[in-house]
């Protein structure tokens, strides 16, 4: 169950991650060009708003995928555990 609840944070750290301008640039812009997600999702597949706020951030994909994966093999783990006992 640890390694579920684990995973799963993992895929909500790596999908809500955003990024925000310095305080400097924000002054310089006047607040203009900012968006602002105060949105957090908590279903670990939105894979359209994880892609999205980790291009926003300069990062490739590679870090949602990677978690993504792991917490699926986790769930079929402890499917197949379950099946066993």
Known sequence: ISYALGSYLMCLESM??????????????GQQ???ENATFY??????????????????????????????AGVLLFLVGASAKV
């Not at 809500?16 to 812009?29: E, F, G, H």
């Not at 990062?59 to 917490?71: L, Q």
């Open 33 to 35: 060009g900012i968006i």
């Open 16 to 29: 809500n991650l955003t990024v925000q301008a310095p305080t400097s640039a924000i002054r310089d812009r």
């Open 42 to 71: 908590y279903w670990p597949f939105c894979f359209r708003v994880a892609l999205a706020n980790l291009k926003r951030l300069g990062a490739g994909p590679w870090s949602y995928c990677a978690s993504v994966t792991y917490f």
